[in-house]
């Protein structure tokens, strides 16, 4: 089945550590984007991408970098330098440009991130 | 830049009757497209309904539709017939037809529904 798989459900990350969070979709979308989500809050866009090898920085981007060597992955590397990373990502992806095409934007189930 | 409000954090009703959530919005853009997600305790965001600015219908998918109204920048859903299964958080989203093709969130109505 087509679809945006993330991994893992659930990460712990240890202060001063690195961790990268898995998004991968297998629905020829060319646009890829990354998003937190705080508890009883909306969504925040971190980073983003439109085509392979170009990415863009979000709202929140301070703490994150992304990759996109392969247009189907659009991986999240949270870095020692987000103070307070922990939260709920949830990765994104759409069809691309096109005027009036409408297209949607569909999401992963998402992962947690939980700082120990 | 582009925002969203919704200013109901919180909403109940009976189960069967109907309810209104509602969202406005800020934008320069004269396309652009409007969304309501749900997202139940699963986290899952779920696509509700979708809304282009150019057309003046509103849209309507079964028991949800919306009230576009484009001159005051409000869009909001209307959930008829409420289920136990439409509990959940719905975000309004915002999202320009040019450009940066990225969501804008409002910051969500937790709609609670009422044996």
């Known amino acids: 089945d087509g679809g945006i798989t993330q991994s893992p459900k659930y990460l712990f990350r240890k202060e001063g550590q690195n961790v990268t969070l898995s998004c991968e979709q297998n629905l020829n979308h060319d646009a890829m984007y990354w998003y937190r989500q705080d508890p009883g809050q909306g969504l925040r866009l971190i980073y983003y991408s439109q085509i392979v090898n170009d990415f863009q920085k979000g709202d929140i981007a301070e703490g994150y970098s992304v990759s996109r060597e392969k247009k189907e992955s659009f991986p999240l590397t949270v870095t020692s330098a987000q103070k307070n990373p922990t939260a709920f990502y949830l990765c994104a992806s759409t069809r691309g440009q096109g005027t009036f095409s409408g297209n949607t934007i569909y999401f992963g189930e998402g992962s947690w991130l939980t700082v120990v | 830049a582009q925002t969203v409000t919704q200013s109901q954090p919180e909403m109940s009703v009976q189960e069967a009757e109907t309810v209104t959530l509602s969202c406005t919005y800020d934008?320069?853009?004269?396309?652009?497209?409007l969304f309501w997600y749900k997202q139940p305790p699963s986290r899952q965001m779920i696509l509700v309904i979708r809304q282009e600015a150019y057309k003046q219908q509103n849209a309507t998918e079964n028991r949800f539709s919306v009230n576009f109204q484009k001159a005051a920048k409000s869009f909001s859903l209307k959930i008829s017939d409420s289920q136990l299964g439409d509990a959940a958080m719905y975000f309004c989203a915002y999202r320009k037809v040019q450009g940066a093709q990225k969501l804008v969130f409002g910051q969500g109505t937790r709609l609670t529904i009422n044996p």
């Open positions: 934008t320069s853009e004269s396309d652009y497209y």
